[in-house]
């Protein structure tokens, strides 16, 4: 057996905090078992347990609230001198005898496991948390203070998480971090004009050149589906004409994510990129709290908004005649897949954790609204929304999408492989990639990239 620190050696010995993850190998194809000591010190004030609740270590996929004890750490006291800073010194001044506070857990992880680690504070003796109370625990969780070395990441919900990576994990292309808003270049000039949206509303934000040799981002509201919102607007430099565009589902929270950077670097990037948000946009700006329902009714195969960004696309990008590339994650990997079966000579999907196992609103699942073989149709929008003719083709195009999963989220991974015999049935056949995690971001933004560079590839 073999173990892998943060530290150089153990803080027993060395005097210094004991690093916060540690790994140890079981041998060939046997999981890793990962360490976790958070000592109480690193705790923030208002997360503190006190007597009534106790730490949870939440890792994706691994610890959930169906099973609570599994997740929860043990308290326990250790030498002051241990844990730096527990008394206000350094470590190594603290009264002879003082004790400080760690907790502690071992978790078995698998071979090659990428994921997010957080702590919540629960209800002491919980065993299964009802949602309401693991809103709660969310909303109490945090990251520890202090140097912990692990990189800090801002998830789909804003929040922060530590990304968790097994020794053996497969190395990232995509390294960059989180994009400040400040690192953003959105356009600022009011006066210049820019492509509208589905509904012709003004745009709020754009500019066509570049600053400081970077591409400008401009930000719109249009209408799309029942309501406004924020789309973005980014043509890399390098991005040729003629290459296909990109719709991102749930964009703002990519872009903030550094999404934009890697296709920058791409060495063929996409002509345009649509990011799309899912907050309605009011007078007082977008509404945060309606974003939840008004992400759901945009994504879970809803033909009206598939066909208002379609005549967006057609709108931003009317010269380009490559198939836009639509990738989205969760409920935006079932609506890539979606958008893919209902044009499918205008889109292609990319599919992170697709929701298969979601439903319409006839209870129609989505390999029930495959077209049929006979099926020649080449707009589909049956008038739902104003849509450019499409081009004659020469064959009718067949639905194409790639998916990826997890493998410790299993009610994706259940749904995915009942919907790849269902799609077989219809006659498309698709190929799902696992990736070792849960319904995980932090594969998400790397998994975006790696198929968008592939399907610009081909």
């Known amino acids: 057996m073999t173990e892998t620190s943060a530290a150089d050696a153990p803080a027993e010995q060395n005097g210094t905090t004991p690093a916060l993850c540690t790994w140890t190998d079981g041998g060939p194809d046997k999981d890793w078992t990962l360490r976790v000591i958070l000592p109480a010190s690193h705790i923030p004030a208002e997360a503190a347990p006190g007597v009534e609740r106790e730490i949870f270590a939440s890792l994706n996929g691994v610890t959930d609230r169906r099973h609570v004890p599994g997740g929860i750490m043990v308290r326990r006291s250790v030498p002051a001198d241990v844990v730096d800073g527990t008394d206000g010194t350094d470590g190594g001044d603290g009264a002879d005898g003082a004790e400080a506070t760690m907790h502690s857990i071992e978790l078995t992880v698998p071979r090659g496991y990428r994921g997010a680690l957080r702590f919540l504070p629960v209800p002491r003796g ?84 570049a600053v400081d040799g970077r591409p400008t981002t401009e930000e719109h509201v249009v209408t799309l589906g029942s309501s406004l919102r924020r789309i973005w607007i980014h043509r890399p430099q390098r991005g040729p004409a003629s290459a296909p565009v990109l719709i991102v589902l749930d964009g703002e929270r990519f872009i903030r994510g550094g999404l934009l950077t890697g296709i920058d670097e791409l060495v063929s990037p996409p002509s345009v990129v649509i990011a799309v948000d899912h907050a309605p946009v009011g007078e007082c700006g977008p509404d945060e709290d309606a974003a939840i329902g008004q992400r759901a009714d945009d994504l879970v195969m809803n033909p009206r908004f598939c066909d208002d960004v379609l005549a967006l696309v057609r709108r931003t990008a009317p010269d380009v005649k490559a198939r836009t590339i639509v990738a989205g994650a969760s409920y935006g990997g079932l609506a890539a897949a979606f ?73 994706i991974a259940d749904s995915v492989a009942e919907a790849t015999e269902e799609f077989a049935a219809r006659g498309i056949d698709i190929v799902s990639r696992p990736f070792v995690g849960g319904h995980e971001y932090l594969w998400w933004r790397e998994l975006m990239l790696v198929r968008l560079a592939e399907a610009l590839a081909e």
């Not at 203070?145 to 995509?174: F, K």
């Open 126 to 209: 919980l065993q299964v948390a009802d949602r309401p109370t693991w809103l709660d625990a969310l909303e109490r969780g945090f990251v520890p203070a202090g140097d912990h070395g692990l990189r800090e990441v801002t998830d789909m919900r804003r929040t922060q998480v530590l990304e968790i990576s097994a020794p053996d994990a497969r190395p990232l292309i995509w390294t960059g971090g989180d994009e400040p808003a400040s690192e953003v270049h959105w356009g600022d000039d009011p006066t210049s004009q820019a492509p509208r949206g589905a509904g012709d509303e003004p745009t709020s934000q754009a500019l066509d050149e």
């Open 339 to 411: 958008f893919s079966l209902r044009h499918p000579e205008a889109f292609r999907g990319i599919c992170l954790s697709p929701s298969f196992w979601e439903s319409d609103d006839q209870g129609r699942r989505i390999w029930d609204l495959a077209p049929s073989r006979s099926d020649d149709r080449s707009d589909g929008t049956d008038g739902e929304s104003e849509s450019h003719e499409s081009e004659p083709l020469e064959a009718v195009a067949h639905p194409t999408f790639c998916v990826d999963h997890g493998t410790l989220e299993t009610v």
